[in-house]
């Protein structure tokens, strides 16, 4: 990917990133006007003429610099901002769409985290800096070739051999840079997986030797990080080396021109003043390159996002759910065999749901019960037959109207490292604070909930980890009831719960799912209480059971 497909990403982003490199380059035109000026005020009072409307020129370039300087870094900081938002979002919904594309946690944290901020210096600073160096020079060299042609020899020798200096260092840059991401996605990695083994190393007396694995993958990733920072700090330093020579270069070859009264005083002073101006540009590029060529490197690693705009289906070949109203399910010869695997986890399984009933279903481990949910919600498909909703195919249903239609408690819920609050109204945004309260006293969690420090607004902790199982299991089911969708889907629900805990929670769900079709899949003899009907998985098979 690169910078323009980056920017096309945002187009409102996109627009405020040309509105501020106008700015910068105006800023930088008004800097030569300035300089320019300067250099005619201090003519006019060296030669005894009039300089007072040179100063006044001073006064007003020097007060539109700074408001095109100010606006510019806002406009520039405003379209970054808007354009990392619109990469996390893209890739969220690109790695929801295709979690095939996900390689580790580690890896794809650092692109979403530190590998999209570091776009922020690379839209705001690098880019506008690029743009201003393909002007600004051409600007300042042909001010300069105007007034003294003889420099213009000097700077076309200076000028390319500045640009091949740049570049020369640079490529080394990004290949550092390159590397430096690719070891913190891996570092990412390593430490997560670190963490959540330590309890496996301590078992095996290898906690002691991952501390030293620790330290030797940080001073790696140290080294690299050093390395990144010498070859930048190497490139700035060569530029300014180069450019300071090429305008002691003119100042010499001006001073024996003044001298021997082949130039005027205005004149050369002018020419002596501007060309600093002519290699600035560079000099600031040379600053910026590093962030350049790390935003580089994450563009290398990014995926096309503006594919994700995916053409809305047919609506001949869509079909509606009427939202609330509990929908009837049936199964007509459905199997479903995962890939790489013949033996079929269901095997042409057939039955129905009323609207408004409760299905429990039993089984083994491994008997198929939560590949039933899973192709329940969408997110697999049957390899043959069909599932049909309300006597309307599935596979015809928009598949984000049908989700909307669905509320779950998986077996194993995850828990964000926000507050109560933020992670029981994950299922509905708009939920008011009394709404989040009447979910968690359903789901018998407004006892523990009340007791932590700053009740609902309580931190839990990455995954929940400051609660217990059944104090999370309980969150989720919370989460669930606040949905309120006519298809509730419950996977070993009360798993984490002590057998008082479950029975009553069981009975303070009766009620809340009594208008609701509901699948629920249990391994619980006190489940059974809240079926209609039961069917009990066997071989890939599905048998109902007489009550």
Avoid: C
Avoid at 131 to 154: E, M, N, Q, R
Avoid at 223 to 233: D, H
Avoid at 419 to 435: E, H, I, R, W, Y
Avoid at 464 to 483: C, D
């Amino acid at each position: 990917m690169g910078s323009k497909e980056l920017l096309s990403i945002v187009p409102s982003a996109r627009r405020l990133y040309h509105v501020g490199v106008a700015l910068s380059i105006l800023e930088s035109v008004a800097l030569v006007a300035w300089t320019i000026a300067l250099a005619q005020a201090i003519s006019n009072f060296v030669g005894g003429r009039p300089y007072a409307p040179a100063l006044v020129a001073l006064a007003g370039l020097l007060a539109l610099r700074i408001g095109l300087s100010f606006v510019g870094s806002q406009v520039l900081a405003t379209s970054s901002s808007q354009l990392r938002s619109g990469v996390r979002a893209a890739l969220t919904s690109r790695w929801s769409a295709n979690s095939d594309e996900l390689t580790s946690t580690g890896v794809d944290s650092a692109l979403l985290g530190p590998g999209v901020d570091s776009l922020d210096d690379y839209v705001a600073k690098f880019l506008p800096a690029r743009s201003v160096a393909a002007v600004l020079p051409i600007v300042v060299f042909l001010t300069i070739g105007f007034l003294d042609p003889w420099t213009l020899l000097i700077l076309i020798f200076a000028g390319p051999m500045l640009i091949l200096l740049l570049a020369v260092i640079g490529s080394r840059t990004r290949e550092l840079s390159e590397q430096r991401f690719r070891e913190l996605g891996w570092l990412r990695s390593f430490y997560l997986d670190m963490v959540r083994g330590i309890p496996t190393l301590k078992v095996f007396g290898r906690a002691t030797e991952s501390i030293t694995a620790i330290e030797d993958v940080s001073d790696r990733f140290g080294r690299t990080t050093m390395s990144v920072l010498r070859t930048a700090f190497q490139t700035s330093l060569v530029i300014e080396w180069a450019a300071t020579a090429a305008t002691a270069l003119v100042a010499v070859q001006v001073s024996f021109r003044l001298v021997e009264g082949n130039m005027g005083f205005g004149t050369a002073l002018t020419v002596l003043m501007l060309t600093p101006e002519f290699f600035a540009p560079l000099r600031n590029l040379a600053i910026e390159y590093h962030a350049g060529q790390a935003g580089n490197a994450v563009l290398d690693q990014l995926p096309d996002l503006n594919a994700l705009e995916v053409e809305p289906p047919s609506p001949s070949t869509i079909s509606s759910v009427p939202p609330r109203q509990p929908p009837s399910i049936r199964f007509e010869n459905v199997s479903f065999s995962h890939p790489g695997n013949d033996q079929p986890t269901l095997d042409s399984v057939s039955f129905s749901i009323a609207a408004g009933e409760n299905v429990v279903l039993v089984g083994p481990s491994g008997s198929g019960k939560s590949t039933l949910l899973g192709l329940l919600q969408g997110r697999l498909e049957p390899t043959h037959g069909r599932i049909t909703v309300n006597n309307k195919p599935l596979a015809d249903i928009d598949p984000q109207e049908w989700l909307g239609n669905i509320t779950s408690v998986p077996q194993n819920p995850f828990m964000f490292s926000s507050s109560v609050k933020d992670n029981v109204a994950l299922s509905d945004p708009s939920a008011s604070t009394g709404q989040v309260h009447g979910a968690l006293k359903l789901a018998l969690a407004s006892e523990f909930v009340t007791e932590l420090p700053l009740g609902i607004d309580s931190k839990i902790g990455e995954e929940g980890a400051t609660l217990s199982g059944g104090q999370r299991q309980r969150l989720a089911i919370a989460r669930a009831v606040l949905r309120d969708a006519p298809l509730v889907l419950l996977d070993e629900f009360t798993a984490h719960l002590d057998p008082v805990t479950e029975r009553d929670m069981i009975s303070s769900l009766g009620g809340f799912l009594e208008s609701r079709t509901t699948v629920i899949v249990a391994h619980r003899q006190a489940t059974l209480s809240l079926a209609d009907r039961v069917f009990e998985f066997t071989a890939g098979r599905i048998v109902e059971v007489p009550q």
